[in-house]
């Protein structure tokens, strides 16, 4: 079952315009959730986080939205460029039990974002 | 780059035969995890180390076994490869925070992959 979702496989978006995607989980332990973007060929890199204290958090023309009531987090890139165009992973991340243990990430399945110019 | 080297980036192995993927670190980082990316799956842990010879399994551990004899590697072996792990194998370390403004945990910083195809 997976605890991370992002239901959208793909999206495609003008360039300039605003990109929107989309991840839910079920857990309700998670208290920090991450998005990361990666290209072919590439491994994952970090982009953006926010903790469940808070609802938004805003870096450059990323911006990620959460709402804990729905269980629900949005990445928001204005304005989407060429560039941005890859597959972004949401993750989410508990604090573990023991103390002396390292925080893991749950990482959904992936949106393809196109920005096509 | 960070520092994590993953090899080999590509390998074609044929069903039954022992595989091993190395990851190399130049930052000395405490923390190693090998995962898997899979189409419809994201990114799943397979193994994690915390230490010198302190390793712990993840969600798909089963086909797998890990070793960490010093802290800049962390070898993942197959010891008789299968065609469901047919994969692409990420390497991660644990780093902290590229700044307050982007977040406040330890993040992930992965290697570049390695292609792994078992026929």
């Known amino acids: 079952d997976q605890q991370v979702k992002q239901n959208s496989p793909s999206l495609s978006v003008q360039e300039g315009r605003i990109s929107i995607l989309n991840c839910d989980y079920t857990?309700?332990?998670?208290?920090?959730f991450l998005w990361y973007k990666k290209y072919p060929a590439e491994g994952p890199t970090f982009l953006i986080s926010?903790?469940?204290?808070?609802d938004k958090n805003e870096d450059g023309r990323f911006t990620v939205f959460l709402n804990k009531s729905a269980k629900h987090l949005s990445l928001h890139i204005v304005p989407s460029q060429p560039g941005d165009s890859a597959v972004y992973f949401c993750?989410?991340?508990?604090?573990?039990?023991?103390?002396?243990?390292?925080?893991?990430?749950?990482f959904g399945s992936g949106t393809q974002l196109t920005v096509l110019p | 780059d960070a520092g994590i080297t993953q090899s080999p980036r590509h390998k074609v192995t044929e069903t039954g035969t022992p595989v091993t993927l190395r990851c190399h670190q130049t930052?000395?980082?405490?923390?190693m995890y090998w995962y898997r990316q899979d189409p419809g799956h994201g990114l799943r842990l397979i193994h994690y180390?915390?230490?010198?010879?302190?390793?712990d399994k993840g969600e798909v551990s089963d086909g797998y076994s890990v070793s960490r004899s010093k802290t800049e590697d962390f070898l993942l072996t197959l010891e008789s490869a299968t065609s469901s792990q047919t994969s692409v194998y990420f390497c991660?370390?644990?780093?902290?925070?590229?700044?307050?403004?982007?977040?406040?945990?330890?993040?992930?910083?992965f290697g570049n992959g390695t292609r792994l195809t078992v026929t």
């Open positions: 926010i903790s469940s204290i808070k």
């Open positions: 993750a989410a991340s508990y604090r573990p039990i023991s103390s002396g243990s390292a925080r893991q990430l749950t």
């Open positions: 991660a370390i644990s780093v902290p925070p590229p700044s307050q403004g982007r977040g406040a945990i330890r993040t992930l910083h």
């Open positions: 180390s915390y230490g010198v010879k302190d390793t």
């Open positions: 857990n309700s332990m998670f208290d920090y």
């Open positions: 930052e000395n980082h405490r923390y």
